[in-house]
């Protein structure tokens, strides 16, 4: 167990709607990452944040966004889903906001878009 | 901007037998390089990390890892497989700034026969 809590598990949704993923860092990490798993793509890094600002921005869609709340834990949120936005996110989280820091992932929310 | 090659998609080897993952990374000044592993529907755990010092690491389950320079390769290797380590590789590059983060290759997926 990593400490990292990602929900949901598992989500089904449609072509078009929006949806919410999250995840609560390891107690006492202050940076939370968000990668996305797909099979041809592999995992791309989406966006970091650390202690509530954003850090580092990757190739992250315009109809995603993210934000790290006063508690630390994060919120990833999808929006006019297409078929392609199908795959695994992950969120990892580290002490620091170097990555000379460990990162500890979740097991992440698979989403399926139908 | 860093970036991996993990050039082998798939490996399977009898257990017992040793293992050798490659990955090549290409970045400009001297990187931190990871290997992670993903056990299937677990999230990423770092086996070990290179940030300077010995070429040789060690980390966890007995794997091990080289950094040659020269080769631009970060090699992952175990003397001895268990089938438990059946599972997916990453090798990782990241570098000391708070605004780059890891970059992963695209995994390998090992299998372990008996």
């Known amino acids: 167990d990593s400490g990292v809590t990602q929900t949901p598990k598992h989500l089904i949704t449609a072509t078009g709607q929006r949806v919410t993923l999250r995840c609560s860092p390891r107690s006492g990490d202050l940076s939370v990452y968000w990668y996305q798993q797909s099979l041809d793509q592999g995992l791309q890094f989406l966006i970091q944040?650390?202690?509530?600002?954003?850090?580092a921005k990757g190739n992250i869609l315009e109809r995603f966004s993210a934000q790290q709340f006063p508690d630390l834990h994060s919120e990833l949120n999808l929006s006019s889903l297409e078929l392609g936005d199908s795959a695994l996110y992950f969120c990892?989280?580290?002490?620091?906001?170097?990555?000379?820091?460990?990162?500890?992932f979740g097991e992440g929310s698979r989403l399926t878009v139908l | 901007a860093q970036s991996v090659t993990q050039p082998d998609i798939h490996i399977t080897v009898s257990e017992g037998a040793s293992l050798e993952l490659r990955c090549n990374y290409s970045y400009g000044a001297t990187p931190y390089l990871f290997w992670y592993v993903q056990s299937p529907g677990q999230g990423l755990q770092l086996l070990l990390k290179?940030?300077?010092?010995?070429?040789l690491v060690q980390g966890i389950k007995g794997f091990e890892a080289e950094f040659k320079r020269s080769q631009s390769s970060f090699n992952l290797r175990k003397p001895s497989v268990h089938w438990s380590d059946a599972a997916e590789y990453f090798c990782a590059v990241g570098a000391y700034s708070g605004n780059t983060p890891l970059v992963f290759g695209k995994g390998t997926r090992l299998s372990v026969i008996a």
């Open positions: 290179y940030f300077s010092g010995d070429t």
């Open positions: 990892a989280s580290s002490a620091w906001d170097s990555v000379t820091g460990e990162l500890f």
């Open positions: 944040y650390y202690n509530g600002e954003e850090r």
